[in-house]
């Protein structure tokens, strides 16, 4: 009963800032509960999907033809290892961009960075699904096409493909979209079509060229290593690259993972908010109960007792709040996992779903109140005697002695005055600080990591160096003869201004040159000259000599290698030493590649690529266009349009949320103000009281409150650019470690970061703080009219 009473008195008498709280914990949950759930319904759904299409464990790519002596020779040998439970080889017809048009394109896919195939659905393993997760065979004039395009062109199922090959066209009708294991995300630049068995024996005919993938599955996947070893040390056909299971399980996860880890960082900084809100609101309920305190102790009642009572009162408030948000966030769990649900699928049970969302939710309410337990130890410190006496905790609020006024000579004397009230009472106006801090952090770390993810400047984290346009070749037989005409026509161009041509190839690792796990592993280094277009290291420098090798963030790490160490590359009976020049990062191809500078060195070739500058005022787009339609074998693309098909659905996707973000910390920033400014109104009543009965007109107090507003307002929202351009990014970094870019830089937009946006907060945190007093006002001139 007294429990009750208490909750009931205090509900009534705080009615304000016990709600801000509810709110803050109920958003701080929301979004750690919407990200638990998240990730709980990726890792389930990635399950099912992989489960389902039965995903090869490992697979090599081969291009160009593959004879039947050598297939036999691939199931003879996976037949010898008793690791290997199916083998499966898959013909693909390779097609290029221009052969494939879209009804309703006004152009072909010329420009599209996509290596598109054309497949039969497999016998018995690595099954492409259709949008209900089913096997799918399609009938004669149909086709399957991937949800990349569903996604990112808005092909739906009855469009209609056209594919052309030397004046000869067919068309098909779509009559599904096609989830794939291995190249659903954007980030794979492979994509199968899904043909009828019929209809792709004819285009066999049409279009000549062809690629394989050797797929495996094993008896125990946690042996792919092992597997691996033994592959690359056999001389079957290879020309391509190998992946296997774990990098499909990453590549399917980037774009939902980022978006869980931004929730995240939001949720974090949410519950620092409302964890200071609550201490605020606690010593404040300590200060006006301190006589009520003080009769429960003369009574005789336990100071443990008395910490429970209120213990008990702030928990149910917080306990609701933590439900409600975990409740609300399976309300909002359609909105955050509608990527997840088009790309793979639906996961398989929600009880996992129910319970990340509890468990995160029961987590926040836990650390919130753990920061929060050292200030219900204030309740120790108060005597009986005192309380009765006096009735009040004295000086709570941090008051000094009055700073004289000539210190701030040459200030308008409200300014002054605002700013004066803030160096006299700091641990009454820390709070205010720090939300308007972490507001700024709530809106510029995530804001900030969405400008560097539509920079152009984030090619280089994926191993790509800045130029105009680059143009991809596969490798094939007569791919050497199609180069030297290439290269022949760059050079008679006038509008390009250089070039650099790159050969992919894979080499062995000689065993025992690296301290790693996979003595035998390979190796994929692009070999050229890559001072043309240097990429940005994060150490030492770009690879010049013929024995000087640059590997990926994620290689250094793997191969446990550092600047000036050696390892030696294999090819065929030859070797290389090569020592390591520097370590860039790369979140391509599994984060795991290589540069190096050689001649006369040939491994397994995998293909080649060439990055091209173009002279002053040359229409980048209209160039790539024409190299496009010149070069129909090669894949030429400018670089902002690689970006923008590579991240463009996760950079759509996470601009969505940093909006909202944007709106959270600005609605923060104008709870609080409001807020604390009517209680500093209420609690300094008698000083404005005063200044009034004085002189000071109510603009003039306003102005002083404002000042106070303004100054704190910038100084949180500087402390929080300073904090999200350094520890910020650091935090991203240390995410992005984990893909191969540990060393991203943020690349700010001045003008929205630091002009548009704080204007913006200055302007709502005005508006609150002038609102929230100006009530506090009229009672004050009242009560002096009164007198």
């Given at each position: 009963m007294i429990l009750s009473r208490i909750l009931l008195r205090d509900l009534s008498r705080r009615k304000a800032s016990l709600l801000v709280v509810f709110i803050f914990i109920f958003l701080s949950a929301l979004l750690a509960a919407g990200g638990a759930g998240l990730i709980s319904d990726l890792a389930g759904s990635l399950r099912l999907f992989f489960s389902t299409a039965k995903a090869p464990h490992f697979v090599q790519m081969h291009g160009g033809r593959l004879s039947a002596a050598e297939a036999e020779e691939i199931a003879s040998w996976?037949?010898?290892?008793?690791?290997?439970?199916?083998?499966?080889?898959?013909?693909?017809?390779?097609?290029?961009?221009?052969?494939?048009?879209?009804?309703?394109?006004?152009?072909?896919?010329?420009?599209?960075?996509?290596?598109?195939?054309?497949?039969?659905?497999?016998?018995?393993?690595?099954?492409?699904?259709?949008?209900?997760?089913?096997?799918?065979?399609?009938?004669?004039?149909?086709?399957?096409?991937?949800?990349?395009?569903?996604?990112?062109?808005?092909?739906?199922?009855?469009?209609?493909?056209?594919?052309?090959?030397?004046?000869?066209?067919?068309?098909?009708?779509?009559s599904l979209l096609v989830r794939d294991a291995q190249m659903n995300p954007a980030v794979v630049h492979s994509k199968r079509f899904l043909m009828n068995r019929a209809d792709f024996r004819e285009l066999e005919e049409i279009f000549p060229d062809r690629e394989y993938l050797i797929s495996f599955r094993l008896s125990d996947s946690s042996r792919i290593d092992e597997f691996s070893e033994a592959w690359q040390k056999t001389d079957l056909p290879k020309s391509g690259p190998a992946v296997d299971y774990r990098i499909f399980y990453v590549l399917n996860s980037i774009s939902d993972g980022i978006m869980a880890v931004v929730l995240g960082i939001l949720s974090l900084l949410l519950l620092i908010i409302a964890v200071l809100c609550l201490r605020f609101i606690i010593l404040g309920s300590i200060e006006e109960d301190y006589r009520e305190i003080g009769v429960m102790k003369a009574v005789g009642l336990p100071r443990r007792t008395i910490r429970r009572i209120f213990l008990v009162k702030y928990l149910f408030i917080s306990g609701l709040a933590a439900l409600g948000g975990s409740l609300a966030s399976l309300l909002c769990n359609p909105v955050l996992t509608s990527n997840i649900l088009f790309s793979i699928g639906q996961a398989?049970?929600?009880?996992?779903?129910?319970?990340?969302?509890?468990?995160?939710?029961?987590?926040?309410?836990?650390?919130?109140?753990?920061?929060?337990?050292?200030?219900?130890?204030?309740?120790?410190?108060?005597?009986?005697?005192?309380?009765?006496?006096?009735?009040?905790?004295?000086?709570?609020?941090?008051?000094?002695?009055?700073?004289?006024?000539?210190?701030?000579?040459?200030?308008?004397?409200?300014?002054?005055?605002?700013?004066?009230?803030?160096?006299?009472?700091?641990?009454?106006?820390?709070?205010?600080?720090?939300?308007?801090?972490?507001?700024?952090?709530?809106?510029?770390?995530p804001f900030h990591f969405l400008t560097t993810l539509a920079s152009p400047d984030f090619i280089s984290y994926m191993g790509i160096a800045r130029s105009d346009i680059r143009i991809d070749l596969r490798y094939a037989g007569e791919t050497e003869t199609g180069?030297?005409?290439?290269?022949?026509?760059?050079?008679?161009?006038?509008?390009?201004?250089?070039?650099?041509?790159?050969?992919?190839?894979?080499?062995?690792?000689?065993?025992?040159?690296?301290?790693?796990?996979?003595?035998?592993?390979?190796?994929?280094?692009?070999?050229?000259?890559?001072?043309?277009?240097?990429?940005?290291?994060?150490?030492?420098?770009?690879?010049?000599?013929?024995?000087?090798?640059?590997?990926?963030?994620?290689?250094?790490?793997?191969?446990?290698?550092?600047?000036?160490?050696?390892?030696?590359?294999?090819?065929?009976?030859?070797?290389?030493?090569?020592?390591?020049?520097?370590?860039?990062?790369?979140?391509?191809?599994?984060?795991?590649?290589?540069?190096?500078?050689?001649?006369?060195?040939?491994?397994?070739?995998?293909?080649?690529?060439?990055?091209?500058?173009?002279?002053?005022?040359?229409?980048?787009?209209?160039?790539?266009?024409?190299?496009?339609?010149?070069?129909?074998s090669a894949r030429v693309t400018h670089l902002e349009s690689y970006l923008d098909q590579t991240l463009g659905s996760t950079i759509l996707q996470l601009s969505r949320l940093i909006t909202a973000a944007i709106a959270l910390g600005s609605l923060i920033a104008v709870l609080i103000t409001g807020l604390f400014f009517r209680m500093l109104a209420a609690r300094d009543a008698g000083r404005i009281a005063v200044m009034r009965s004085i002189g000071f007109t109510p603009a003039s107090v306003r102005i002083q409150y404002l000042s106070t507003a303004l100054i704190l307002l910038g100084t949180g929202v500087a402390a929080g650019s300073l904090f999200a351009n350094t520890l910020g990014q650091g935090f991203v970094g240390f995410i992005w470690g984990f893909l191969g870019a540990p060393g991203i830089s943020f690349v700010i937009d001045p003008l929205k970061a630091y002009c548009m946006l704080p204007l913006m907060l200055m302007g709502l945190v005005a508006a609150a703080a002038v609102l929230s007093i100006a009530g506090s006002l009229k009672k004050t001139v009242s009560v002096i009219t009164v007198e």
């Open positions: 996976a037949g010898s290892r008793g690791l290997v439970e199916d083998c499966q080889i898959s013909g693909m017809i390779s097609i290029d961009g221009a052969s494939l048009r879209f009804s309703g394109a006004d152009e072909a896919e010329t420009n599209s960075i996509m290596d598109i195939s054309l497949v039969v659905q497999n016998p018995r393993f690595d099954y492409l699904l259709d949008m209900k997760n089913l096997i799918p065979e399609p009938a004669r004039g149909e086709i399957g096409v991937p949800v990349y395009y569903a996604r990112e062109k808005g092909v739906r199922v009855g469009d209609h493909v056209s594919l052309t090959h030397s004046g000869i066209q067919r068309d098909f009708r779509v398989p049970s929600e009880t996992s779903r129910y319970l990340a969302s509890l468990s995160a939710a029961a987590g926040i309410l836990l650390f919130a109140f753990l920061l929060l337990l050292p200030v219900f130890r204030r309740f120790e410190a108060v005597s009986a005697v005192e309380a009765l006496r006096s009735g009040s905790v004295g000086d709570a609020s941090g008051r000094r002695r009055p700073l004289p006024l000539k210190v701030f000579r040459g200030i308008n004397l409200n300014v002054a005055l605002g700013l004066r009230d803030i160096l006299q009472r700091p641990r009454l106006f820390a709070l205010l600080f720090l939300v308007y801090f972490f507001s700024a952090l709530i809106i510029l770390i180069l030297e005409e290439l290269t022949g026509l760059l050079k008679m161009d006038p509008d390009i201004e250089g070039y650099a041509l790159m050969m992919r190839s894979r080499y062995e690792l000689e065993p025992d040159t690296a301290d790693s796990p996979d003595d035998g592993a390979s190796l994929v280094v692009e070999s050229g000259n890559h001072s043309l277009f240097p990429l940005k290291y994060l150490e030492g420098t770009v690879p010049v000599s013929g024995d000087e090798l640059a590997v990926s963030y994620l290689n250094s790490r793997d191969l446990n290698v550092k600047i000036g160490d050696s390892l030696v590359l294999k090819a065929g009976d030859t070797t290389r030493e090569m020592r390591i020049s520097g370590i860039y990062q790369d979140i391509t191809n599994g984060g795991r590649t290589a540069k190096a500078s050689f001649k006369g060195f040939p491994g397994l070739p995998l293909g080649y690529t060439l990055a091209l500058d173009l002279g002053p005022g040359i229409d980048v787009q209209a160039k790539a266009g024409e190299l496009g339609a010149l070069l129909p």
